[in-house]
Nanobody, 123 residues
Framework: QVQLVESGGGSVQAGGSLRLSCAAS????????MGWFRQAPGKEREGVAA????????YYADSVKGRFTISRDNAKNTVYLQMNSLKPEDTAIYSC????????????????WGQGTQVTVSS
């Protein structure tokens, strides 16, 4: 059973920053993609950021480019999401995910997900 332990999140004013962390364990595939998707009330899931183990390319939703940065520590099986210049429209539940390949609107439709952490940005 894949385990994804998330930390970070919380409430911040617009323009502020937050950092999310996610540690993955008990997965049996070496090459993978790790990252985050989010879901706001009344909206569909949206892939936010992703990064592969052997792929130097990063993936970002257009809405977060230039503000969010994803990174990973392969030795620790941990992925981080630095979120700067947060906007009220970034308010959502952010879920960490891992998958062998990216798919679907969340980018991780066929992967394993964490429980999610709430990010609330007030104006």
């Amino acid at each position: 059973q894949v385990q994804l332990v998330e930390s970070g999140g919380g409430s911040v004013q617009a323009g502020g920053s937050l950092r999310l962390s996610c540690a993955a364990s008990q997965y049996d595939y070496t090459d993978n993609y790790m990252g985050w998707f989010r879901q706001a009330p009344g909206k569909e899931r949206e892939g936010v950021a992703a990064l592969g183990t052997s792929d130097v390319k990063t993936y970002y939703a257009d809405s977060v480019k230039g503000r969010f940065t994803i990174s990973r520590d392969n030795a620790k099986n941990t992925v981080y999401l630095q979120m700067n210049s947060l906007k009220p429209e970034d308010t959502a539940i952010y879920s960490c995910a891992i998958a062998r390949f990216m798919s679907g609107r969340s980018w991780f439709d066929h992967g394993d997900w964490g429980q999610g952490t709430q990010v609330t940005v007030s104006s």
